[in-house]
T-cell receptor, first 115, second 108 residues
């Protein structure tokens, strides 16, 4: 396993379109996180899964955003009716519940541009 | 007030200099502190991890936590151009709470 992977790496879409991103965590990791990062800022937490259960959602996650992890492995993040303010880097991270430090390993991110 | 404050820089220093990067945090209950390095258009990677107060050294990197002043630092000795990146401090409860990141430029 080479780490957390994300697909696509870049996405350009028009305002109002729906987009979906995929994250494949490190295979033995049962925790998965989504963050959003805008230029010059640190990542902002969006949501967190342990196995297939979505345990936490940020207030930032409006009803246009939905995340799933149906089989406790890969996860998808969908944004409906995209807005220009959604333009950002979307980062996925994973960690193991057995790691007492809960170190999170990050993927390369999906950069979204909404025109 | 943000929970973790970090000067965004940029900080530009000559190669070989000692670099000092700093953050402050607001919640005295935080116990775990991390430094991540992020290259342009990449995800963050964990550099250093400390628990509670004290120092931790790893090669050219030293992380320092002063809980009495709620101040965390990362020192880089013998800085190199390949150290040029954005350095993000973070702490956590059940999720990571990040500073804005400091852009570091090491000039050859």
């Amino acid at each position: 396993d080479t780490g957390v992977s994300q697909d696509p790496r870049h996405k350009i879409t028009k305002r109002g379109q729906n987009v979906t991103f995929r994250c494949d965590p490190i295979s033995e990791h049962n925790r998965l996180y989504w963050y959003r990062q805008t230029l010059g800022q640190g990542p902002e937490f969006l949501t967190y899964f342990q196995n297939e259960a979505q345990l936490e959602k940020s207030r930032l996650l409006s009803d246009r955003f939905s995340a799933e992890r149906p089989k406790g492995s890969f996860s998808t993040l969908e944004i409906q009716r995209t807005e220009q303010g959604d333009s950002a880097m979307y980062l996925c991270a994973s960690s193991s519940v057995h790691d007492t430090h809960n170190e999170q390993f990050f993927g390369p991110g999906t950069r979204l541009t909404v025109l | 007030q943000k929970e973790v404050e970090q000067d965004p820089g940029p900080l530009s220093v000559p190669e070989g200099a000692i670099v000092s990067l700093n953050c402050t945090y607001s919640n005295s209950a935080f116990q775990y502190f991390m430094w991540y390095r992020q290259y342009s258009r990449k995800g963050p990677e964990l550099l250093m991890y400390t628990y509670s107060s004290g120092n931790k050294e790893d090669g050219r990197f030293t992380a320092q936590v002063d809980k009495s002043s709620k101040y965390i630092s990362l020192f880089i000795r013998d800085s190199q151009p390949s150290d040029s990146a954005t350095y993000l401090c973070a702490t956590r409860n059940y999720q990571l709470i990040w500073g804005a990141g400091t852009k570091l430029i090491i000039k050859p």
